[in-house]
């Protein structure tokens, strides 16, 4: 896919440069130049713009990409202004980056496709990972179900996979994983999570073994208060 990113900071950046390293043409525009020089040589093009002019925005390859993605965060006016006048041009798919509870009540007005909060996330899986004792990655599907991938706790280390009560919390574990070493052309060797079957009758969870599961905020925060008693 072909994206176009707005603003080229902390975020903007290593947004672009996460999606170019998967394989996706990336376009970026800034208004500051030391910006533009950081990160020109890693994505397709980048334009020196003030996105909070229309005529700026006309430079831009608008109808050629397939998202653009306004990562704008500390200059909220900047932002709002950028993604009213996208919309003024018609832009089909856009994305924009939320600071706050206000910054998205606004941008929800626009009807976008897609509110990036990324303070926020980083706040709730911080939280997640403080609560569980253990590095989570969640994903929230509605307003009562989510995906909660995490490392083993210690409490789990040593039981079988079978006697593990999640369904006491309503969450089913749909996937687990185990670290492997596995060797490159290079020959040289680094360990890889790799999946096991986690229903086998006499499976032992190890130490490093990572569990996925999928059920209610509420069953989360059962498991949390058990783990942590």
Excluded: C, W
């Excluded at 706050?100 to 606004?106: F, M, P, R, Y």
């Excluded at 492997?180 to 890889?192: A, D, Q, W």
């Amino acid at each position: 896919m072909k994206y176009l990113i707005i603003g080229l900071g902390i975020y903007g950046s290593n947004l672009a440069l996460d999606l170019a390293a998967l394989g996706h043409e990336v376009i970026g525009a800034d208004n500051r130049q030391s910006n533009i020089e950081a990160i020109k040589d890693y994505i397709s093009t980048v334009y020196h713009v003030d996105s909070t002019e229309e005529s700026a925005l006309n430079v831009l390859p608008l109808k050629n990409v397939d998202v653009v993605i306004v990562a704008i965060g500390e200059n909220f006016g900047a932002s709002v202004k950028t993604v009213a006048l996208l919309k003024k041009l018609g832009v089909n798919h856009i994305y924009a980056r939320a600071i706050d509870k206000l910054h998205e009540s606004i941008l929800e007005g626009f009807d976008i496709d897609r509110i990036l909060t990324p303070e926020q996330r980083a706040a709730a899986d911080l939280t997640d990972e403080m609560e569980l004792g253990s590095k989570v990655t969640s994903m929230k599907i509605d307003a009562q179900t989510y995906i909660l991938k995490f490392k083993v706790p210690q409490y789990f280390v040593g039981d079988l996979y079978n006697n593990l009560d999640f369904e006491n919390y309503n969450l089913k574990i749909v996937a687990a994983t185990r670290p492997e070493n596995k060797t490159n052309l290079l020959g040289i060797s680094r360990k890889e999570q790799v999946a096991i079957d986690f229903t086998e009758s006499d499976l032992t969870v190890e130490a490093d073994d990572e569990i996925t599961v999928i059920g209610s905020a509420k069953g989360f925060k059962a498991l949390y208060r058990e783990i942590n008693r």
